[in-house]
């Protein structure tokens, strides 16, 4: 199926009463699926991915363990690279559901966790550079690094450059962000000058 097993098609869809009949029967809720060069992880990453709480929280219920990572190896054959899903928390705040990554929280998911095991993108970075600002604050405020970065050492300060959003921008540098750091060789400042992004240059002139 194209989401790789029937429990992980259940929690895609948000059928809880389905997920709960398949963990009934025994249904390991800490199962990694893959399928050729696709990598759905765990049932838990699929219901952060989609933000779906209440299944999220029946899987932790059971055991679902919340800071799992993908185990498996990477796979290369030729150009095309092995696609991964990130631990639980990436997953929901790359994929904006602020509920599921309070809930995540609560369950004492680490904020530093990385993506796969050689990949670092935590889940701050994926936040800011997919623009959700209210997850980037509520991160923020619990102890995020504001200097966390990508696998290819982006910081996230200049992730929210590209992505042009003043607020996260701000946020990152009241939170501690390096005003000094660089991508590539290039500052921030640069590349929010080079972006027209005005507004982002007055933030970070202030």
């Not at 199926?1 to 709960?20: F, K, M």
């Not at 363990?65 to 899903?85: D, Q």
């Not at 200097?147 to 200049?158: F, G, I, K, R, V």
Request: aromatic share 8%; proline share 4%.
């Amino acid at each position: 199926g194209s989401h790789g097993e029937p429990i992980q098609a259940a929690v895609a869809l948000g059928r809880r009463d389905v997920v709960e009949f398949f963990l009934d029967k025994e249904v390991d809720p800490n199962m990694m699926v893959w399928q050729t060069y696709t990598a759905y992880g765990t049932p838990l990453m699929t219901a952060s991915a989609h933000g779906q709480t209440e299944i999220i929280e029946l899987l932790l219920e059971r055991g679902a363990e919340v800071n799992a990572i993908w185990s498996m190896p990477r796979l290369h054959l030729g150009r095309w690279r092995f696609n991964a899903i990130g631990p639980a928390l990436e997953e929901a705040s790359g994929n904006g559901h602020p509920e599921t990554v309070k809930l995540l929280l609560s369950y004492g998911t680490d904020l530093s966790f990385p993506l796969r095991g050689e990949d670092f993108r935590f889940a701050l970075w994926r936040a800011v550079a997919e623009g959700h600002e209210e997850i980037v604050r509520l991160l923020l405020n619990i102890g995020a690094d504001p200097n966390s970065s990508d696998e290819t050492q982006m910081p996230a300060l200049y992730a929210a450059i590209i992505v042009g959003s003043e607020k996260i921008v701000q946020l990152l540098l009241d939170a501690g962000a390096d005003i000094h750091a660089r991508f590539r060789g290039e500052s921030a400042l640069s590349a929010a000058a080079a972006g027209n992004h005005l507004e982002v240059v007055e933030s970070i002139l202030d």
